[in-house]
């Protein structure tokens, strides 16, 4: 499923990369530790973090997951929109919370 | 220049989490230049990455320098940071000096060099209190 598909479905917005919403989702991946998310997550996964730094766009950039997912309304500092911006990060936001964002994606398809 | 070989050389900033993660990008975007095999290039760029962010957490920054070879990636991380009193303990999963503010970003999680080892095909680590460390993590392109 492309990450414009989910992104639209869902109603989320686009806290950045704009250009880069043909990005195909093929899994999800929910964790907070960068680490951990470093050693375990998939490229093409929607990468769930409440963790709005500078540092998830890093680390998206070097898992070459599909997007980042930032849950329940929670605010993206302006320097980590701009940097997703620069490498070419998708970095969604939404009102559901973490669980409910991987039930819609299991709705979806994803990952099955 | 070494004949044959790449080199590349960054300082890496002390307690700047804007600018952590700009050379293992960097060096990442380079070696995908280059046609390097994509799974070569994560397995050196989340290497560089950790290592990266160790300097930054714990050591006030250091340097990093680069050697790209037609066969490996020898990337260097020396630091002048308190060192490592016991490296055996510091590679366990889960072991943790980081202070609270920097657990709080997501880092810190005593993962930093289980996953150098993990995606290095070669890690060394010289390190001596007081001193300061140098990581030299290798991956074999070929």
């Given at each position: 499923m492309k990450v414009l598909e989910f992104a639209e479905k869902f109603g989320m917005k686009v806290w950045a990369g704009e250009n880069k919403l043909q990005n195909d989702i093929t899994g999800v991946y929910v964790c907070d530790l960068l680490s951990w998310v470093m050693s375990h997550a998939s490229k093409g996964d929607a990468w769930i973090t409440v963790h709005t730094n500078l540092n998830i766009a890093a680390v998206a950039l070097l898992t070459e997951v599909a997007c980042v997912i930032v849950p329940e309304n929670i605010n993206v500092e302006p320097e980590t929109i701009t940097r997703a911006e620069n490498e070419g990060i998708v970095i969604l936001g939404t009102d559901l919370n973490s669980y409910e964002i991987c039930c819609r994606a299991y709705e979806c398809g994803v990952g099955k | 220049m070494t004949e044959g070989c790449l080199e590349l050389n960054?300082?890496?900033?002390?307690?700047?989490?804007?600018?952590?993660?700009?050379?293992?990008?960097?060096?990442?975007?380079?070696?995908?230049?280059?046609?390097?095999?994509?799974?070569?290039?994560?397995?050196?760029?989340?290497?560089?990455?950790?290592?990266?962010?160790?300097?930054?957490?714990?050591?006030?920054?250091?340097?990093?320098?680069?050697?790209?070879?037609?066969?490996?990636?020898?990337?260097?991380?020396?630091?002048?940071?308190?060192?490592?009193?016991?490296?055996?303990?510091?590679?366990?999963?889960?072991?943790?000096?980081?202070?609270?503010?920097?657990?709080?970003?997501?880092?810190?999680?005593?993962?930093?060099?289980?996953?150098?080892?993990?995606?290095?095909?070669?890690?060394?680590?010289?390190?001596?209190v007081g001193k300061g460390t140098t990581v030299t993590i290798t991956v074999f392109l070929k």
């Open positions: - | 960054y300082d890496i900033p002390a307690n700047d989490f804007l600018h952590a993660g700009e050379a293992s990008s960097s060096v990442k975007k380079m070696l995908n230049q280059l046609g390097v095999d994509p799974d070569k290039v994560k397995k050196t760029a989340i290497s560089m990455y950790e290592a990266e962010i160790n300097a930054v957490i714990h050591a006030d920054g250091g340097a990093a320098h680069i050697e790209i070879w037609k066969d490996k990636v020898v990337i260097k991380i020396c630091d002048k940071g308190p060192g490592i009193p016991n490296v055996e303990l510091a590679m366990q999963e889960g072991y943790t000096t980081a202070p609270d503010h920097v657990r709080d970003m997501g880092f810190g999680a005593g993962m930093g060099l289980p996953n150098m080892k993990r995606y290095a095909d070669s890690l060394d680590i010289d390190t001596a």
